[in-house]
């Protein structure tokens, strides 16, 4: 069974940084797309960052672009997003998902929530002002 949990949201102000986490279990993690995605209340789930299986292609919302960074470590089963310039309005549940399957999309397909089959639970990123 293919388990995804996230680590490393928290309440920082305005400008501030923070770095998620998010370690898969369950599929050959290295084979398969990452995606990271953000739920504020009240609004639709949304695309954030994707990355591909093997590092070399990412693909952010233009929300983001520039102050976000997506990375993976394959051999610690790990994908990551480092988080700069944070603003109130990035403050949302972050979820990371697997993309369902090999070798995977690239570039704005990584953008599409219906490539993503297993989610993590999420982890709360609150910005303040």
């Known amino acids: 069974q293919v388990q995804l949990v996230e680590s490393g949201g928290g309440l920082v102000r305005a400008g501030g940084s923070l770095r998620l986490s998010c370690v898969s279990s369950?599929?050959?993690?290295?084979?398969?797309?990452m995606g990271w995605f953000r739920q504020a209340p009240g609004k639709e789930r949304e695309f954030v960052a994707g990355?591909?299986?093997?590092?070399?292609?990412?693909y952010y919302a233009d929300s983001v672009k520039g102050r976000f960074t997506i990375s993976r470590d394959n051999a610690k089963n790990t994908v990551y997003l480092q988080m700069n310039s944070l603003k109130p309005e990035d403050t949302a549940v972050y979820l990371c998902?697997?993309?369902?399957?090999?070798?995977?999309?690239?570039?704005?397909?990584?953008?599409?929530?219906?490539?993503?089959?297993?989610w993590g639970q999420g982890t709360q990123v609150t910005v303040s002002s």
């Open positions: 369950g599929r050959p993690f290295s084979s398969y797309a």
């Open positions: 990355i591909n299986w093997s590092g070399g292609n990412t």
């Open positions: 998902a697997t993309d369902y399957s090999i070798p995977g999309p690239t570039a704005q397909a990584l953008g599409v929530i219906y490539e993503y089959d297993y």
